[in-house]
């Protein structure tokens, strides 16, 4: 079993700047696929970064340019850097380790980005 803890959401005003961080423990083989997806008030849960195992990423449109994403595979962790946080970043972000068969969950952190 593999546990995910999510830190480092806030409340922050537009154009701000957020950091979470993610760490993975427990069974943990390799440099599993991890990541971030958010779910904003009334709207499906959506995918906003991804970093795989050798390092290649992925973001949403909505965040690319303002969002990084990056890890440290010997500690586990991955970190998202948020710039230019708009209200619309508003959401519960999740995040997300994948292994070879299931993908397991942190309990999620606020991000709240007032106007």
């Known amino acids: 079993q593999v546990q995910v803890v999510e830190s480092g959401g806030g409340l922050v005003q537009a154009g701000g700047s957020l950091r979470l961080s993610c760490a993975a423990s427990g069974s943990i083989v390799g440099r599993n696929p991890m990541g971030w997806h958010r779910q904003a008030p009334g709207k499906q849960r959506e995918l906003v970064a991804g970093i795989g195992s050798g390092g290649i990423t992925n973001y949403a449109d909505s965040v690319k340019g303002r969002f990084t994403i990056s890890r440290d595979n010997a500690k586990n962790t991955v970190t998202l850097q948020m710039n230019s946080l708009k209200p619309e970043d508003t959401g519960v972000y999740y995040c997300?380790?994948?292994?070879?068969?299931?993908?397991?969950w942190g309990q999620g952190t606020q991000v709240t980005v007032s106007s």
């Open positions: 997300y380790v994948i292994g070879r068969s299931r993908t397991d």
